[in-house]
């Protein structure tokens, strides 16, 4: 299955981009990100609402370059 892809530049700390018509209730096990950090910290997936649990946490590390996807 191929997957179309979303490109987010410029988050910040508190940041959110909310997408549509993705489907995580049907036996999804992974997510896949690429990240270029400029400084460390983690990407929370929730579903639904903002305010819903969060389903994934993605640890964002500082080993890589910023810039370097």
């Known amino acids: 299955m191929s997957a179309d892809r979303l490109f987010v530049t ?3 700390n508190g940041d959110y ?3 549509q018509c993705v489907d995580f ?3 999804t096990h992974a997510v896949e990100v690429s990240i270029s ?3 460390g ?3 929370e ?3 639904d609402h903002i305010d819903r649990p969060i389903v994934a946490s993605i640890d964002v590390s500082l ?3 910023a810039g370097i996807w």
């Open 37 to 39: 950090p400029i400084f």
């Open 10 to 12: 410029a988050i910040h």
């Open 63 to 65: 080993s890589r370059e």
């Open 45 to 47: 997936i929730r579903t």
């Open 17 to 19: 981009k909310m997408v």
């Open 25 to 27: 209730g049907r036996g």
């Open 41 to 43: 910290g983690s990407m």
